[in-house]
């Protein structure tokens, strides 16, 4: 599938729960509960991404032309909106991630985690990724 | 203090509420529950109404000008000096210096300090329990001048051991700076017993109190410190300004560390003479507008008293701490029956920032991470926690929706 196709599977997953932010949160919690965890070898300093309150960990290798994410995070909210970044971005090449403009996150109203305040780590996230697969490519 | 000395004062909230208009906004459709006034309060419509006037009726720049609104505004400015000094019972408005918080007063006060009394290899102490802003400046210091921070231990409550402050201190010791209350914990500092130590020792004391200034009185005559320093709009009052008190004898003994516009009496390119008093330590068009609604939020208070204040929180603090303790995941930091209103706690087995995440969509602002209290986090072993603190428009009713959906919070996050 394409990141576009995810995003749209992602968008129509979330429509069921309308204005019921509880149920989208529920649902949230749970994409974080299934991540899984992170090999203990790659949370290193160096994979924790800088400006979350919560200290998340992005390892991120090349396989054949794709770019490949795991990742782990101490909150759970915030491990779940991993859980859907790598479940959109991991497996596809370094121009297809670098493109993506990701308008899923406004559409399923989850948009208020994009915010600039420093609590929120999620546009760090977004960027690193980016930058992984920029420096991955070369 | 203790709660039972001022029963007979009681605070009408639901009159008080009514000054503040952000209390009607919504969030996320529900009613605003601000429970982060340790990080700022809301400010009453009295305060909004002093600033707004004063750029709509007086604007003008202070302390120079002839014509009437500059003297207006001199005037308001000045007022606003005394408004404080009375407000904090100190004998010349003069030993009131407006600040741009209190992050800038004890940059000012350690800079001060350092070109006056400090030499290399001197030592400073703190309190386990400072905030950022009362480590950083002395720590700057101390790296550039092989200086040492010693620091107050805690005791197993998180209280601070000042039984220890005595070994902590050596013939290098000068100053001992120090929160007047916990931004992180909400606990009260000794600072009679802290005060009978600096005397001892012939320290200087230095009280950081951006957490004491909005709940409790404090008469700083009697208090009798060397600096005291907090920020306005904590207390109501706008951000930007805040106030460093000195005792009389700092105030002609500090050096200027800040020089500029108006606080001169007469420059050459050779020499300068500088100033008396609090505009020798106020450079360049001060915020104006800012102090005059810092006034306008002392005389708000003031109109209930500090002790009422206090005694409405402490009670709202006491029930809070009483409703957490009954919720068996909930962890409590700092516990006390007799604090100022901020409590901190964490939930087992989850981070602090999904309980806050979630809180805010039920409309309840909280807290949560290390406050700017890092070295404290460490010492407590959690990354960070949840801060509820409160003003004194809070009420019982908010914090027992709180607590209910903070129980749904936990039950979500399971």
Sequence with gaps: MSIKEIENEIVEEFEIFGDDWEGKYEHLIDLGKNLGTLKEEYKIENNII????????????????????????????TKGMVALMIRVLSGHTAKEIIETKLEFIDKIGLKEHLSPTRANGLVSMINRMKMDAITLSK | MLVKELKHIELNTEAIRKDFPILNRKINGMPLIYFDNGATSQKPQQVIDAVSNYYSNTNSNIHRGV???????????????????KHFNVKSDQQIIFTAGTTD??????????????????EIILSSYEHHSNILPWQLWAQENKGQLKVIPLNADQSLDLNAIENLISEKTKIISIAHVSNTLGLITDLDKIKIIAKKHNLIL??????????????????????????AHKIYGPTGTGILYMSEKWLSKLPVTKPGGGTIKTVSF?????A??????????PNISGVIGFA?????MDQFGMDAIYKHELELVNYAQSKLAEIPQVMLYGKSNDKAAVISFNVKNTHPFDVGTLLDKYGIAVRT??????????????????????????????????????????????
């Design chain 2, 276 to 285: 008396d008093g609090a505009l020798r330590f106020e450079p360049g068009t």
């Design chain 2, 206 to 231: 230095v009280v950081d109190a951006a957490q004491s200034a909005p709940h409790m009185a404090v008469d700083l005559e009697k208090l009798d410190v060397d600096f005291y320093v907090c920020s």
């Design chain 2, 296 to 300: 306008a939020a002392i005389n708000y």
């Design chain 1, 50 to 77: 800088q400006g979350c309150q919560s200290r998340v960990w992005l390892h991120s290798e090349k396989k054949d032309n794709n770019i490949i994410f795991s990742a782990e995070s101490e909150a759970i909210i």
């Design chain 2, 270 to 274: 050779e020499k300068t003479e500088y």
């Design chain 2, 369 to 414: 991470g290390h406050h700017c209290t890092q070295p404290l986090m460490n010492l407590l072993c959690v990354p960070g926690t949840i801060r509820i603190s409160f003003a004194i428009y809070n009420t019982k009713t908010e914090i027992d929706f709180f607590i209910e959906k903070l129980k749904k919070v936990i039950d979500m996050l399971k």
């Design chain 2, 105 to 122: 007063s004890l940059n000012m006060v350690c800079n001060g300090l350092a070109r006056s009394v400090l030499k290399q290899g001197d």
């Design chain 2, 67 to 85: 014509h009437t609104l500059s003297r207006e505004a001199t005037e308001a400015f000045e007022n606003a000096r005394k408004v404080i000094a």
